[in-house]
C-alpha cells in the first residue's frame, strides 16, 4: 500500500442559519471558533492543533459535502488518486484553500457512493488542551469518527480493510454470519468509521471525543438551562459495542451529533475483532434502555462531488428488522 490513512479528521456539512449554529456548537457544546465568515464556521475541540475538525457551511438545505481522513504525506495522495482511478472513482483535485486552513485535498466517492477526501496540510492553530478558561458545555477535545449507514456493509469493510488498511475493531453479525454493522479503525482506537446496514449513504452522526463522562452529562445541564432539552436525542448511556459512555444530540438543522468516551486501545497487531450476536440487545445499550425511532430511521444525505445535489440512497442489501435490531 503506498499510501497511510492517519485517521478521520474533519467533515463539512451544510447549515441554514450560522448564528443559530454557533450558539449551539460553541456556547452549549464548547467547541472553539477557530475562524468564520458570512458562509462557514469553522470548529475544533480543545486539544485539537489543526485548523478545524467540523467545517459548517451556510446553505439552504442540510447535507454533507465530504468525510476528510489526514494522510501521512502529501506524495501519498498522488498514490491515493492513482489507485482510486484504477477503481473507476469520481477523482477530483482541490486546490487550497487557506482561508480555512486547507492545502490541496484528494476527493473521491468510495464504493457505497460516499464523497471522501483526503488531505495531508491543515493550517496549525493554538492547542487549548490547558485553556481550562475556555472550557465549556461538554469540552468537546476531538473528532473521534463517523458513522455512516450504506447499503452493502459487507462490500463497505472488505473495501476499506483490504484496499485502504483499516481494521475491524467490532462486528455485529446476524443469525447467518453476515455482518450486519462493523466498526473500523486507523488511528488505535475502536473505530474512524463505522458502517451500519441501511438505506444509504447517509451520514447517521459525527461522534466527537470528551475526556470523561461528567463533561457529557454536565452538558446535559447546560443544553437543558439554554433551551435545547428538545435537542438531547438519546442517552447519556453505555454502548455493549466500543463501551462508549454516549449523549446523541440534534443540531439546530437536525444533524446528528455524538458526544462519546470510554473506548479503549486496538493497537496490537494481535487484536483480535470482538462479535456481537445481533439478537443481543446490550450490544446497542448496555443498560437496556431504548433508542427512539428518530435514532434508527433519520440520517443526513451526502451532496454528490460533481453535481452538489444529493445521493440518492439505494436499499439495504440485507433485509431490514424491527428498528431494535439496528445498531
Ligand atoms: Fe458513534
Redesign the pocket.
Known amino acids: 500500500m503506498d499510501f497511510n490513512i492517519v485517521r478521520i479528521a474533519r467533515v463539512v456539512m451544510n447549515v441554514t442559519d450560522l448564528n443559530a449554529s454557533r450558539d449551539f456548537y460553541v456556547n452549549a457544546l464548547g467547541f472553539i471558533e477557530t475562524a468564520s465568515s458570512e458562509d462557514w464556521l469553522a470548529l475544533r475541540g480543545l486539544e485539537e492543533h489543526c485548523h478545524h475538525s467540523l467545517l459548517l457551511k451556510k446553505a439552504e438545505k442540510p447535507g454533507v459535502h465530504k468525510v476528510s481522513y489526514k494522510v501521512w504525506e502529501d506524495n501519498q495522495l498522488n498514490a491515493l488518486e492513482s489507485f482510486f482511478t484504477s477503481k473507476n472513482s469520481k477523482v477530483i483535485w482541490k486546490e487550497p484553500d487557506r482561508s480555512v486552513g486547507m492545502g490541496r485535498t484528494l476527493c473521491v466517492e468510495d464504493p457505497s457512493g460516499i464523497p471522501v477526501e483526503f488531505f495531508t496540510e491543515m493550517e496549525g492553530v493554538e492547542r487549548c488542551i490547558q485553556k481550562y478558561d475556555l472550557y465549556r458545555g461538554a469540552r468537546v477535545q476531538r473528532i473521534d469518527?463517523i458513522?455512516c449507514m450504506v447499503p452493502d456493509v459487507e462490500a463497505a469493510v472488505s473495501f476499506y480493510t483490504n484496499e485502504l488498511g483499516f481494521r475491524v475493531s467490532e462486528y455485529t453479525a446476524t443469525e447467518e454470519n453476515r455482518t450486519w454493522a462493523a466498526w473500523l479503525h486507523r488511528k488505535p482506537t475502536v473505530h474512524d468509521v463505522?458502517f451500519m446496514n441501511g438505506e444509504g449513504p447517509r451520514l447517521h452522526?459525527v461522534?466527537f471525543w470528551l475526556s470523561d463522562p461528567m463533561s457529557l452529562i454536565h452538558c446535559c445541564d447546560v443544553m437543558a438551562s439554554m433551551g435545547y432539552a428538545d435537542n438531547i436525542e438519546r442517552g447519556p448511556g453505555r454502548h455493549g459495542l466500543s463501551n462508549?459512555f454516549?449523549l446523541y444530540v440534534r443540531d439546530p438543522d437536525g444533524n446528528r451529533i455524538?458526544l462519546?468516551n470510554g473506548d479503549y486501545l486496538t493497537s496490537d497487531p494481535d487484536f483480535k475483532p470482538i462479535k456481537w450476536d445481533i439478537n443481543d440487545p446490550r450490544r446497542q445499550t448496555f443498560w437496556g434502555h431504548k433508542a427512539p425511532d428518530s435514532w434508527f430511521n433519520e440520517a443526513i444525505s451526502f451532496l454528490d462531488l460533481e453535481t452538489g445535489k444529493p445521493v440518492e440512497p439505494k436499499k439495504p442489501t440485507l433485509a431490514q428488522r424491527k428498528p431494535d435490531f439496528v445498531t
Do not use: D, I, S
Request: glycine share 12%; net charge negative; hydrophobic share 35%.
Open positions: 469518527h458513522n463505522a452522526h461522534g462508549a454516549f455524538e462519546y
